[in-house]
């Protein structure tokens, strides 16, 4: 039942459901947007057409059928929830065993249960990647500060290291110097990662933090759903980085979104931080 | 110049070079301590024949050299030093160019380093499981608890996520629930990533901790020397996963240190943790 309404935002928290209802407006794209109590930020929140719990699939399902919209989005971060209260609520809908299975697999597996979950009704889900592709990081991303050659050695091995964990449902980043592994990211985040880096890097040899070099390296995983589960990165990802002492920033080209482009690049020069975009060699080149 | 003399033990931090002195002492094997100033523990440096700084090569050099040591051994952790201290203290003897390539490769070359070093001069280096093969995890251990389905699912897939990391000199263990990756651990060490783990656990929808399951997995890398850097738990380590939330530990069978055997097993009893000891794919088999 794909229709001829408007496109859904179905809203977590963060900057990018706010750039991305934006966007559409700026562009007289007419969008509804429901906002996931205890997630949405409040600016957005009071610009919703609708709220309703994240778990409480009866209301958000209710409203989309009223809204009768051409494309869904699911967008914005939802933190994990807890296993008992997601088998609650898929059990509404399907097989307790079934959504057991599902939820043993990973958060992957989760959010793609959301997709499938909507697609059987007939919708039609989009990224917003395709709604807003002036999000994504493109090829030619660049700031002043260019990768040197020990910044290049380690954008390549934590590639290399990305695409081995990319079989295993965990993280999209890891920060590496040199060849030298420093962190990889589990459940808590981009942020908690650079600052265990820098909380460690402050401590060996009882010496102040300062700049040591070694590079974020962030990218969508093999296989990954980009509409749901898009890597991101933005001003505080550039401040946490220059807090944990690194040189710069390694993207994936065409596949991670960059929140508020122009500040974050400008922030990563006022730190001195390279920020480029790298191809993704398991990945589909970028359309543009 | 491998001597006649006793077994040199070069001791770091922790309870290791204790439990391997206190070892040797009963079983009749003379051995002499160089203590690393700021590493080794109180009661080991009373008890030391000699101290030293941990990058002071001449000192330690000489040392050897007066007490002609049939076996070396270097025992407990030295946290990773800083590159410029390493540089310096390693380019006292080496050419700066050669010295900065072995330590860009990480922490497992800087440690094959020092043996090559100790080899380059004669000395039979050995590792703590050689002279003290009783301080191994065998594949008989185990404690009240039994690891259930869900348990060997994560045990398992733990064991193929530390073999695909192996390559990349990063940590010797994760925390895995069934099929999905909680923590990779890093430098920072284990009892560290643990606490992790407990951290966010607690903070997901707000919930105090609970025993949310999950498993432990630590394990030497494929190519390990297990003579300088062999995985190690003990009553600590079982105390963070419980603390965690954990279900239970997994090791390396025959390459892996338990400190403390029996504290170590009493302890994950009382907490109604597992605790086995699993075969590595990837290692030779333990010979005994």
Same mark, same amino acid.
């Given at each position: 039942m794909t229709g001829a309404g408007p496109i859904a935002i179905l809203a977590g928290s963060g900057q990018l459901p706010i750039q991305l209802v934006e966007h559409l407006e700026r562009t007289g794209q007419e969008c509804r947007v429901l906002a996931f109590r205890g997630f949405a930020a409040p600016e957005l929140r009071r610009r919703a057409d609708a709220t309703a719990d994240l778990l409480d699939l009866k209301t958000i399902m209710a409203t989309l059928e009223g809204w009768n919209p051409r494309a869904v989005a699911l967008v914005g971060a939802v933190r994990r929830p807890g296993f008992s209260a997601l088998l609650g609520a898929y059990s509404l809908l399907r097989n307790r065993q079934e959504v057991k299975e599902v939820i043993a697999r990973g958060d992957d597996q989760v959010l793609r249960g959301a997709v499938m979950l909507l697609e059987e009704r007939g919708y039609r889900v989009v990224g917003a990647h395709e709604l807003a592709p002036g999000l994504v990081a493109p090829m030619s991303l660049r700031g002043k500060r260019a990768p040197d050659a020990d910044d290049r050695q380690a954008v390549a091995f934590g590639l290399e290291l990305l695409s081995s964990l990319?079989?295993? *449902?965990? @993280?999209q980043a890891a920060v590496v110097a040199r060849r030298h592994v420093l962190a990889v990211e589990g459940p808590e985040g981009t942020d908690r990662m650079l600052r265990r880096v820098a909380g460690f890097r402050q401590s060996w040899l009882g010496l102040r933090r300062r700049r040591e070099g070694g590079v974020l390296i962030k990218a969508a995983k093999? @296989?990954? *759903?980009?509409?749901?589960d898009m890597p991101a990165i933005g001003p505080r990802t550039v401040t946490e980085a220059a807090r944990a002492g690194l040189s710069g920033i390694a993207v994936g080209a065409g596949s991670t979104l960059i929140l508020e482009q122009e500040k974050t690049l400008r922030l990563a020069d006022a730190h001195g931080l390279f920020l480029i975009a790298v191809d993704l060699p398991w990945m589909e080149p970028p359309r543009d």
């Amino acid at each position: 039942m794909t229709g001829a309404g408007p496109i859904a935002i179905l809203a977590g928290s963060g900057q990018l459901p706010i750039q991305l209802v934006e966007h559409l407006e700026r562009t007289g794209q007419e969008c509804r947007v429901l906002a996931f109590r205890g997630f949405a930020a409040p600016e957005l929140r009071r610009r919703a057409d609708a709220t309703a719990d994240l778990l409480d699939l009866k209301t958000i399902m209710a409203t989309l059928e009223g809204w009768n919209p051409r494309a869904v989005a699911l967008v914005g971060a939802v933190r994990r929830p807890g296993f008992s209260a997601l088998l609650g609520a898929y059990s509404l809908l399907r097989n307790r065993q079934e959504v057991k299975e599902v939820i043993a697999r990973g958060d992957d597996q989760v959010l793609r249960g959301a997709v499938m979950l909507l697609e059987e009704r007939g919708y039609r889900v989009v990224g917003a990647h395709e709604l807003a592709p002036g999000l994504v990081a493109p090829m030619s991303l660049r700031g002043k500060r260019a990768p040197d050659a020990d910044d290049r050695q380690a954008v390549a091995f934590g590639l290399e290291l990305l695409s081995s964990l990319s079989a295993f *449902d965990i @993280g999209q980043a890891a920060v590496v110097a040199r060849r030298h592994v420093l962190a990889v990211e589990g459940p808590e985040g981009t942020d908690r990662m650079l600052r265990r880096v820098a909380g460690f890097r402050q401590s060996w040899l009882g010496l102040r933090r300062r700049r040591e070099g070694g590079v974020l390296i962030k990218a969508a995983k093999r @296989g990954q *759903d980009l509409r749901v589960d898009m890597p991101a990165i933005g001003p505080r990802t550039v401040t946490e980085a220059a807090r944990a002492g690194l040189s710069g920033i390694a993207v994936g080209a065409g596949s991670t979104l960059i929140l508020e482009q122009e500040k974050t690049l400008r922030l990563a020069d006022a730190h001195g931080l390279f920020l480029i975009a790298v191809d993704l060699p398991w990945m589909e080149p970028p359309r543009d």
